[in-house]
């Protein structure tokens, strides 16, 4: 089976326009997330009832991701994204903008719904793209999910520094990103199939079986990562101010930064991959997070906890980007582009598993026993990823056997 060839012009404005989707999620996610306290406000939700709202949108949204699987078996991605992108934009104004307590339960519903079905088709995307470039971009693409998740942070504080409401925060930014999501869809790049020119093979291949036993290793690889992410962004300022002993003001600094340092290391990743390989990018990624934890357990006060985080951050960014690639590729290999984009649905899901189990997990710990000691278990299951690593190696030795790599001409 060769790797399809696409024009290097359609592939240089498949590649902007994904990362411009990339963008978008990421500010679209950070104004939801970092304005929980104000929808729990103006909709009168209490704190026994705020998990089941929280927990709701990462269960949906995992039913999402399956619901892709199986819709991609006769829609392309690229379609799927152009549909979810703004179905997710308008929830979040909706999420702001409805007068009830049960209507923002329906938004919120399909707000976690298009977002699996957006994670998912996003993602498998990158992945076919990353392939027809026969080199590492798939990081780039995360870069620009975090640079996205920057902006929507600061226009939340922006939001609330200004006592905006809600649908005066949502509107103007849903205004701005509906129609960009709209354009950036045109240029999309979708994998080639070679069923489409008649090829019996292709038509096969995408309907192949795909062993989830064998996919599980990097199921579990991004679920512990996913732990350790949703420890930092629900943890980090608790953990700075009753264990540290920081001000309220300084508790907000890590997960900026962490969100900063992972920006950082996702610009600089692909260069990574491509100069020592994926095995040594994810296990040097899984030290270092590993590291970060061990640092933040430790710390003797706010400064030293800070840099912890800092260092979670660099190694923590690499893991899943790269997970989604080593999926997409091991199907490719075996069942084709239809396979990939099955496994890359898949493993979509444990980003949510992931989401879910990491916050309660390390409060439970920190309540029970100590939360110092609660960072020791992300620690733990992040370094899990050390004894998969071998999964993540890129088949380069593969070409020219059977696969044909784009000469760099037509990727520029």
Known sequence: MTVPRVPGARLRHG???????????????????????????????SDALLPAFLAAIPVLAGVGSVGTEQLVKRVRPSRVLRCAQPVVCLALLAVGAVGSMAQVA??????????????????MLGVSLQRAYGRSIMLGFHAAYSLGGIVGASLAWAGAHWQLSLVLLYGPVVAVLVPLALIVGRWFVDRERSDAAGGQEGAAAAVAPLAMRLLLPLCLVMAFAYIGDSTVSNWSAKYLQDVLGSSEQLATVPYNVYM?????????????????????????????????????AAAPGAWAGMAGFTLLGLGLCVIVPQTFAAAGRYAFERHGPGASDMAVARLNIFNYVGFLIGSPLVGALGDAWSYRGAMLVPMVLVLVTLVYARSFGAPEARYGDGYERPRTADVG
């Not at 020592?276 to 933040?296: E, H, K, L, P, S």
């Open 15 to 45: 590649r902007v326009s994904l990362a411009l989707s990339f963008f978008v999620q990421g500010a679209v996610f950070a104004l939801l997330v970092t304005r929980i306290p104000a929808i729990q406000d103006r909709y009168g939700i």
């Open 106 to 123: 329906v938004a919120l519903a399909v707000f976690g719904l298009s977002v699996g079905a957006l994670d998912a088709s996003m993602n």
């Open 260 to 296: 900063v340092t992972t920006l950082l290391g996702r610009a600089v990743g692909d260069l990574g991959v491509r100069r020592f390989g994926a095995v040594a990018v994810v296990r040097t990624g899984t030290v270092v997070a590993a590291g970060g934890f061990a640092v933040v």
